[in-house]
């Protein structure tokens, strides 16, 4: 069953607060009554950076309003793009330490296939498009970090067939 766009439950959040993954869950769950698949995505800050030094947090500044008119402008997206009944997008801003979880994404859809093309693409679209500053900050210092090449290139897997997402 193909859903309106602009009719499915889309729920977008940004905390500066460590979360309950589980119970964002359980909470998306009742959310998707009906779908046939669930498919979430939890991002943890690394313990390195990209070039292996050790990473003692990640900083992402944002803008209140902004960032989370992106944030919901990406789920809305991945919702109608990809016929899901449900998605939610969990995002952390401010302080968060290694290990501590960063994003996390649940789609629910009547067929898994598009419950996981729906995940990736709100994935990519998060790490390109979202509103935020970013830096890591370790024993080497405090330095500003940028969607990397790949990062882009993944973001432009989905221009092919609809260039408005």
Not at 38 to 58: A, M, N, Y
Request: charged fraction near 25%.
């Amino acid at each position: 069953m193909r859903q309106l766009p602009g009719t499915v439950p889309v729920s977008a959040i940004l905390t500066e607060e460590t979360f309950d993954v589980a119970g964002a869950l359980a909470r998306f769950s009742v959310s998707a009554m009906g779908a046939g698949a669930i498919v979430s995505f939890q991002g943890i800050t690394r313990p390195e950076t990209k070039g292996g030094e050790p990473l003692d947090r990640l900083v992402l500044e944002w803008h209140p309003r902004l960032t989370e008119i992106s944030l919901h402008q990406i789920a809305q997206a991945g919702a109608d793009r990809f016929a899901a009944r449900a998605v939610t997008v969990v995002h952390r801003c401010g302080v968060i330490l290694s290990g501590e979880t960063i994003v996390l994404v649940a789609v629910a859809s009547d067929h898994r296939r598009d419950a996981f093309l729906a995940a990736d693409y709100l994935m990519d679209r998060l790490k390109t498009d979202a509103v935020f500053w970013k830096r890591e900050e370790g024993a080497f210092g405090s330095r500003w970090i940028e969607p990397t090449q790949r990062d882009q290139y993944d973001r432009t897997r989905w221009n092919h067939d609809q260039s408005q997402n």
